[in-house]
């Protein structure tokens, strides 16, 4: 079965500091694999999402960046964090057969002080 | 671009009672509609979808309903119970000629109250 992992769970970080959230799946080959920020308030926004090893494609012009180094692996960074990125951070991954039905790992909570 | 509206915001049920939220959509490259349940602090988890060529898809106490003409999906928690309380979102297939993404509605926060 397919397992998702994302890490680490919680991070507190200052304004200006860079950042890098790491997210891996098992069990699958590759995935579509997505990142979305939940801010407080519930709705879901699409970072980023990559369809392959180096091919990253931008929703939404920030101060984010995002890589995919392995086919399984898929890295959100920063240089230098602002107050606004804070949320909580989901990875998900999708088969390419079907109907892309995304499967979430357990998030990382992000707080910018 | 798609776009999907969900509804309500919120919704306060009593235990036993049905839980009904509502999502419509603009346009869809096809007929596949997923709802998600997530929990406080946790990542979203596929609850239930419904795919092509069917207008309802009933998985115990959670049913989809699928109105194609009117382009409105709904989501029916029979015998809510207190933990069903959660957020649950609708999503939709990009219309943009790529079915790599899903469009979600802003979520409804579920209360069932004992």
């Known amino acids: 079965s397919q397992t998702i992992h994302q890490w680490p769970a919680t991070l507190v970080q200052p304004v200006g500091s860079p950042l890098s959230l790491e997210c891996t799946v098992e069990g699958t080959s590759n995935p579509n694999l997505y990142w979305y920020r939940q801010a407080a308030g519930r709705g879901l926004q699409l970072l980023f999402y990559s369809v392959g090893i180096g091919q990253i494609s931008s929703e939404v012009p920030q101060n984010l960046s995002a890589s995919r180094p392995q086919d399984r692996q898929f890295i959100l960074s920063s240089k230098k964090l602002l107050l606004s990125d804070s949320g909580f951070y989901l990875c998900?991954?999708?088969?390419?057969?079907?109907?892309?039905?995304?499967?979430f790992g357990p998030g990382t909570r992000l707080t910018v002080l | 671009q798609q776009q999907v509206k969900q509804s309500p915001q919120s919704l306060i049920v009593q235990k036993g009672g049905i839980s009904i939220i509502n999502c419509a959509y603009e346009n869809t490259a096809f007929d596949y509609f997923p709802w998600y349940q997530q929990f406080p602090g946790k990542g979203p988890a596929l609850l239930i979808a419904i795919r092509p060529d069917v207008s309802e898809k009933k998985e115990g106490r959670f049913t989809i309903s699928f109105n194609k003409s009117a382009k409105q999906f709904s989501l029916h928690i029979m015998d809510s119970q207190p933990g069903d309380s959660a957020t649950y979102f609708c999503a939709a297939p990009n219309s943009g000629g790529s079915n790599y993404k899903l469009t979600f509605g802003k979520g409804t926060l579920l209360t069932v109250n004992p």
């Open positions: 998900a991954w999708a088969g390419k057969r079907g109907y892309n039905e995304q499967f």
